[in-house]
């Protein structure tokens, strides 16, 4: 039976490996972790970049279950924290760019993200386009044969504008365009984004991101 939408806020990154038996994953805050063996220390070198205690910068027990947690709710394949909203959107950026590329970027988008379009990435020879939110379609008018990124923000930062965020993902996809879409003001409980940019071929691409500012 599958669980409702509620039912899933409530138990999602509730694995026994994070909570060890009671309701809710404890708070756990360290930085240097011991291991009884060489060979447990060499298994966590390994896979530390797999949920698994290396160092306290590299993620707890706590922060494996918050990761869990909002891979499940949100219908992605993984889930990468960051300290701010600012450092999630530049990094899932400059995952994907390099120097002339062409970004098409939400006019409403996030201050710091357009911040970081007009210092930062023009200094690495990126372009930026900005858009009009309610473009829809017409999005297609702006595709630059170096265009590397789609970037959405639904809805936008203060204004609040909805965009068409399949109609526009189906294009960007047709183009073989990253769509990345900044959910910070929709969130999962309202707006299902991955599964309105998504198909399933281009899943298996990894060619859509999901940015949430907390």
Not at 162 to 175: R, S
């Amino acid at each position: 039976m599958s669980e409702s939408k509620t039912t899933k806020f409530v138990t999602a990154g509730r694995d026994k490996k994070w909570t060890n038996g009671v309701v809710n994953p404890p708070v756990q805050r360290a930085s240097t972790v011991v291991f009884d063996t060489v060979a447990e220390k060499h298994h966590a070198t390994v896979n530390r970049a797999n949920k698994t205690l290396f160092y306290g910068r590299r993620g707890t027990n706590t922060h494996f279950a918050f990761q869990d947690a909002m891979t499940e709710i949100e219908g992605g394949v993984g889930c990468a924290l960051y300290p701010c909203g600012t450092a999630a959107i530049s990094n899932a950026i400059l995952a994907f760019i390099e120097t002339g590329d062409h970004i098409l970027m939400v006019d409403t988008c996030y201050e710091p993200t357009r911040d970081f379009c007009d210092s930062i990435m023009k200094k690495m020879g990126v372009e930026t386009t900005y858009y009009d939110p309610m473009i829809g379609q017409g999005i297609k008018d702006l595709i630059q044969p170096n265009t590397k990124i789609l970037f959405l923000e639904s809805p936008g930062s203060i204004t609040m504008e909805v965009q068409d965020v399949p109609g526009m993902a189906k294009i960007a996809h047709e183009h073989d365009v990253i769509v990345m879409l900044d959910n910070t003001w929709g969130l999962a409980s309202t707006f299902l984004h991955l599964s309105m940019v998504s198909t399933s071929r281009f899943k298996q691409r990894l060619n859509t991101s999901s940015v949430t500012r907390m």
